[in-house]
C-alpha cells in the first residue's frame, strides 16, 4: 500500500516494508520520488526524513526534468538507432524478418505490411541476442577476476535500473538499453552488480573493489547517467 505525503511542493511516495534501513529514490523521467520504510518507523519520522533530504530531492529531480530527452521511435526510413554507442540510420527493406548493420546504415527486413509494432519487436529481439553474445564473455571475465560464480544472468527493460542482482541465487538483470552505449558501459554495469555478491551495498569497500578493477568506472558511470531519457 502506498501512502502519499506532501512536503512542500514536492509528493512522495511512502512504502513500509519489512527492512532495516529507509531507501529513498528519485526515478526518471518525471522524478517521482518513493520512499521504502521499515516497518517499524511511524507516517510522522518519515516525514522528518523526507524534510531532511529535501535539498537532495530537488536537486535530483532538477537533473532529471533538464536531462535531454530522445523522441519516441516510430521505425520509420532514415530514423536514427544506436548500437553500442554508434549511431546509423534504419533503412526498411521487405524480406524475411533480419537485422544487420552496416557501416552507417541499419538494414530492418520485415513483410511489406508490417506495422510499426512488429518492426519494434524485430530489433528489440536483435538486441537482445546482441546483449546475450556481449554478456557472456564480460561474465566469464569478471568470475576469473573475482573468483566467483553466475549461475545466470537476465535482460531485460528496466525503467529505472541498469542492473540489479541477488546474491542469494548468484544471478544479475541487465537493461536492454545497455546494447545502444559504449561497450565499457556493459562492462561496468556487470563488473558493479558482480560485485554486489561480495560487497552488498555501495560502501567504501564496494567502491574500493571498483577502483581496483575498473579505475575508470566513475567517468562510465557518468555517461550512463547523463544518457538520454527515453519518451516511450
Known sequence: MITVLD???VSVDVVFKDIKNVHLSVYPPTGRIR???????????????????????????????????????????????YVWGRRYLLRLEVGNPAVELGHRD?????DGDSPPERRRDLLEEW?????????APL???WESALDIHVSRFFIQRMKTKWGSSNPVRRTIRLNLELAKKPPECLDYIVLHEMLHF?????????QALLDENQPGWRHLRQVLNESPLLYN
Open 127 to 135: 538486441y537482445r541476442r546482441e546483449m546475450r553474445m556481449a554478456v
Open 139 to 141: 561474465v566469464r571475465k
Open 7 to 9: 512536503i512542500g511542493e
Open 106 to 110: 541499419m538494414v530492418l527486413r520485415a
Open 35 to 81: 520512499i521504502s520504510a521499515p516497518s517499524r518507523m511511524t507516517l510522522d519520522n518519515v516525514r522528518l526524513f523526507a524534510i531532511s533530504k529535501l535539498g537532495w530531492i530537488k536537486k535530483q529531480r532538477g537533473k532529471l526534468l533538464s536531462q535531454e530527452r530522445e523522441p519516441a521511435r516510430e521505425f520509420l526510413e532514415r530514423e536514427s538507432h
Open 198 to 206: 561480495i560487497v552488498p551495498n555501495h560502501s567504501t569497500r564496494f
